[in-house]
Each structure stands twice: as structure tokens, then as C-alpha cells.
């Protein structure tokens, strides 16, 4: 059974909805590829799905060590290439203020994210350049 369904509203736009809990995305066309930039273009979801992954494994993580991961955030930056049209880099840098972690468990916070699910799915080729300000 399907867990996603997505339409085409027209004008290189897109609407996602996420079927057990109804919840949607919009997708735009950016604006240097014919697009309104109105919205994430689906290569913009790419990048935010790794880094949105990548904070899930570290919550799992720090939940399991009883570290708070309160004021975690990350700056995103996309990287395109041409012929072929394609994501080239993913640069994410994690910052979090105050992490009261052992060097054991921040490198174990490294590790989680570095392995997550959607990171091991890329291509090799989509260079994957991660800090962590922590």
C-alpha cells in the first residue's frame, strides 16, 4: 500500500500528501529552472530530507544517552551542477549552543547522523559535506 501520493497542480508545481497523517508539501519549480521559487523544489526536499534524517538519528541517539538536544539547528546549503542538472554537494552545518555531552557521546551524535538512512540512499557521486558546531 501506498504511504505517499503526489499530483500535479499545473505550472511546475506539485502537492504531496502524506497519506496516514494528511499531511502535504508543495513543491515549486525554482526559479532559475522555469519555476515561481514559491516553494521547496523537489531538489531543496532532497537536501532538507538528508538533514532532517540525519537530526532523527541524532534524537534517537541522544535520547538512548539522556542528552538534550535542545536548540539544535543546521544551515543548508544546496549545490547544484549542470549537464546533467543534479545536486552536486549537500553542505549542512548542525549547531547546537550548549550540548552537555561526553566526547564519547558527541562523537556517537557524529556518527548517527553520518549513517542515517537517507545519507547511506545518495548516490556517492552527491558530496555529502557535514559540520557539526558542537
Partial sequence: MAQMKVSYLGSLRTEGTHIKSGNKIITDAPT???GKGEAYSPTDLLCSSLCSCMMTLMGIYANKESVSLEGLSA???KVMAANPRKVKEVIINFTIPELKA???????????????????????ELKQTISFNF
Fill in 102 to 124: 561526553s566526547k564519547e557521546q558527541i562523537e556517537g551524535l557524529k556518527h548517527a547522523a553520518l549513517t542515517c538512512p537517507v545519507s547511506l540512499s545518495l548516490s556517492e
Fill in 75 to 77: 544551515d543548508i546549503t
Fill in 32 to 34: 532559475d529552472n522555469n
